[in-house]
């Protein structure tokens, strides 16, 4: 009876019209997930491509990778996503193939712009010697990239790939504007139906605020195993033990 | 063993090296001694191609390396380099430093290559080190390390770009005491130091080099207690 007096005396929030619509939060909160998830996913396969291309002596390749990054990092995320929606899936396709299919691959263009700059300066931030050593040792390019170049960079990768998830989760309810039946599109429904904004905004801050909480919950934990220190997290803690530090 | 003719290398419009001609034959510690800028070390980075040439040829064991059709793999397998600044993987323990080149270039298996690895650590004095990370190491460990990784290629020439020069003073002994042993065991090396008692010390041949040409070469004996050059006078001046 107690919770019930609590209730009642916040009354003037209306709870119940977010209930009434759980289902449709339920889903919101899974579509923002997948999409965000899909578009993150090929967007870091992707944005390694264009930001290999980026570092390319070899200019058919770097002028056209360059102009991609240049393209998705110049125009808002807005624009990419309908001109994707509206007239590029359709003009290949003859019809929409649905929000999810162009939403998520509008995230995936657009973060791979911005993961491959993170994945040049990763590569381009390490000293020139380890290059140099590796080389020196007999190892042919592609070697020593794969066994000295990018284990190193893909450790400093970690916080700036972390700020880029977080910034494409938020992004991802732009995808309201094609109809898509996320977050954002619950309580766009929701206050639509009761005409009350507080609560169905409010809400929908609530869960993205949970879900880049979690975020940073699991970056921050990658951080800590995988790039404070090149040692791993095992032998780091044997090693701190036996010095006292 | 190594032959080097007219060999010229310019930065942009900078003339570094210009016009150098010289002969290492097997067996030989030859160093170079000279100001910095002076070209030493890129003379040095010619000879395993980390600099590509502008003109001139270097030949290694009668191959030129500068030709267009050599393998440049092969031949830096073949020619080790110990750097100024280690150049350890830092996200490898020490033994997977040492392995990892003769595993994944000379095809040898995990365990031949932790053998070799671990016969190396012997010979640099740091086998109690197999497990640790460069981050750990001192600087003259890390050296160390850094030479039996460049030894575990069995190279034929040894390349030493001042590797002493960033260690603090008490680390430096325990450096030259290794490559002393390696020069006593006839390992072909070039070494570019500042180390002016090492070069006595130790090498067959000191070359003077100034602005880009060899300005005087002999015997440590001739060059330390008889220099020609004047240069050579003002620069030992200098430095001893």
């Known amino acids: 009876m107690r919770t019930i007096a609590i209730l009642e005396y916040f009354d003037f929030i209306r709870f119940d019209i977010i209930w009434n619509y759980r289902e449709l939060y339920f889903r919101g909160l899974l579509v923002t997930i997948a999409l965000t998830a899909v578009g993150y996913t090929c967007g870091i396969i992707l944005g390694l491509l264009f930001g290999l291309g980026k570092m390319s002596e070899r200019k058919w390749i770097y002028y056209p990778a360059k102009w991609y990054v240049d393209f998705f990092r110049g125009t808002p995320l807005l624009v990419q996503i309908l001109l994707i929606h509206t007239a590029l899936i359709p003009t290949l396709f003859g019809h929409s193939l649905g929000f999810f299919v162009s939403g998520s691959i509008a995230l995936m263009l657009n973060s791979a712009a911005y993961i491959a700059e993170i994945f040049r300066a990763g590569i381009q931030s390490l000293d020139k010697g380890q290059m140099e050593a590796a080389r020196s040792l007999g190892m042919p390019h592609g070697v020593a990239m794969r066994q000295i170049i990018l284990p190193q960079a893909f450790r400093r990768m970690v916080p700036p790939l972390g700020n880029e998830l977080i910034a494409l989760l938020k992004d991802s309810s732009l995808v309201t504007v094609i109809a898509a039946t996320d977050i954002l599109y619950a309580a766009k429904v929701t206050a639509g139906a009761y005409f009350r904004f507080w609560e169905p905004y409010l809400f929908a801050a609530l869960l993205y605020l949970i879900l880049t909480w979690v975020c940073t919950k699991v970056i921050a934990y990658v951080e800590n195993r995988y790039s404070t220190s090149y040692i791993p997290a095992k032998r780091r803690r044997f090693f701190m033990r036996k010095h006292g530090v | ?240």
């Open chain 2, 1 to 240: 063993m190594i032959k080097i003719q007219g060999l010229h290398k310019s930065f942009g419009s900078l003339e570094v090296l210009k016009g150098i001609d010289y002969e290492v034959k097997p067996q030989e510690v030859i160093c170079i001694i000279g100001a910095s800028g002076s070209g030493k070390s890129t003379f040095l980075r010619c000879i395993n191609l980390l600099e590509k040439v502008t003109a001139g040829a270097v030949y290694i064991e009668g191959t030129d390396i500068t030709a267009p059709t050599s393998d440049i793999n092969k031949i830096r397998a073949d020619v080790g380099m110990v750097f100024q600044q280690f150049n350890l993987f830092p996200h490898m323990n020490v033994l997977d430093n040492i392995t990892i080149a003769p595993r994944k270039i000379r095809q040898m298996t995990s365990q031949a290559a932790e053998q070799l690895a671990y016969e190396l650590l012997e010979k640099v004095g740091l086998s109690d080190k197999a497990k640790a990370y460069p981050e750990q190491l001192s600087g003259g460990q890390m050296q160390r390390v850094a030479i039996a990784r460049a030894l575990a290629m069995k190279p034929k020439i040894m390349l030493f770009d001042e590797p002493t020069s960033a260690l603090d003073p008490e680390m430096v002994k325990e450096v030259l005491d290794v490559m002393k042993q390696l020069a006593f065991e006839g390992m072909t090396m070039v070494v570019v130091t500042h180390e002016m008692g090492f070069a006595r010390e130790v090498a067959d041949r000191v070359i003077f080099i100034d602005n880009g040409v060899i300005a005087e070469e002999g015997s440590p004996e001739q060059i330390f207690s008889k220099p020609k050059n004047e240069r050579t006078k003002a620069f030992l001046g200098k430095v001893l």
